[in-house]
């Protein structure tokens, strides 16, 4: 097993057998995405595409959790240098989220290997974006999904609502986020979001 550097805590990548296994790690806010996440994420994504050891990336999440997607306690949060002018403006920041999204769903999407999310808990709003990005989804019966977006008065982002209508179709798409259904395991596979379910004594096997 190879230990690559992302350079961050907030996650873990490794090389093994060929597979490189990327894990999201911020347990204690259920692997909710942080600007060093989210770069890092980027980065590795980057780096394993080229790899020629690597034939396959595992996207997976800590402690018992999947992704959160944003962190909107963060995001709720005034920032401490733009009361005072400083800081990006707005464009700046819209465009550097384009880029955040081109760099992980869009390249989990576009990626000439295979790519599979391990859902072990539960998978919210960018954070299912990020699984649906994959070409397979695996998850354990615990697991949740929804798209969250209407909760919190947000439309989507990371390619979920273009990913989940080519797997569901528009209208169980539109009805997904319109109302943030929580669907479990056994539900999201019966719609075709979840490739398969496995007990969570098997999930890492």
Known sequence: MTALDTGTE????????GVAVITMNRPDRRNA?????????GAV???VEVDEAVGCVVLTGAGGAFCAG??????????????????????????RQRLN?????????HMPKPTIAAIGGPAAGAGLSL??????????????????????GFAGDYGGTWFLTRLVGSGKAKELYYFSERLSAEEAQRLGIVNAVFP???FER
Request: with cysteine.
């Open 33 to 41: 995405f942080s600007p060093a996440m989210v770069s890092a994420l």
């Open 70 to 95: 944003g962190d909107v306690k963060s995001m709720a949060a005034p920032p401490a240098d733009r009361g005072n002018g400083a800081g990006p403006s707005l464009d700046a920041r819209i465009h």
């Open 101 to 109: 999204q081109r760099a992980t769903s869009g390249r989990l999407w």
């Open 45 to 47: 994504l980057a780096q």
């Open 10 to 17: 907030d996650l873990r990548a490794e090389i093994d057998g």
């Open 131 to 152: 699984a649906l990005a994959c070409d397979l989804r695996y998850a354990v019966p615990e697991a949740v999904l929804t798209t969250a977006f209407a909760k919190v």
């Open 200 to 202: 969570s004594a098997d």
